[in-house]
Nanobody, 129 residues
Framework: QVQLVESGGGLVQAGGSLRLSCAAS??????????MGWFRQAPGKEREFVGH????????LYTDSVKGRFTLSRDNFNNIVYLQMNSLKPEDTAVYSC????????????????????WGQGTQVTVSS
């Protein structure tokens, strides 16, 4: 049993920044052993992969549309994953969710939502022009 809770969303103007947090908890859970992903979903659109970070934080993957603007990091002592979003665009408007990847899924596509099992409730990010 794993619980993920996102926070940090809000309304910002284009060009602004937000830092999203994903706090993880669970009775049988070693946070540092699990890769984490961020996804987003805009109204009327399918869920889209944003980024992935390995358990150690050393392996990072971003979708092309956010490369150079978004940065993933993690604090394994406090069981938190962060998504720093800079130079935000209206096209970034969406509900952002974090997700946990089981260790047994290491051979699966990191950009595919089916590679993740536990999901947070999501936090709304709205970017105005």
């Amino acid at each position: 049993q794993v619980q993920l809770v996102e926070s940090g969303g809000g309304l910002v103007q284009a060009g602004g920044s937000l830092r999203l947090s994903c706090a993880a908890s669970g009775r049988t859970f070693s946070f540092r052993n699990h890769a984490m992903g961020w996804f987003r979903q805009a109204p009327g659109k399918e869920r889209e992969f944003v980024g992935h970070i390995s358990g150690s934080g050393g392996d990072l993957l971003y979708t092309d549309s956010v490369k150079g603007r978004f940065t993933l990091s993690r604090d394994n002592f406090n069981n938190i994953v962060y998504l720093q979003m800079n130079s935000l665009k209206p096209e970034d408007t969406a509900v952002y969710s974090c997700a946990l990847r089981p260790t047994s899924y290491s051979g699966r596509n990191r950009a595919d939502s089916s590679s993740y099992v536990y999901w947070g409730q999501g936090t709304q990010v709205t970017v105005s022009s």
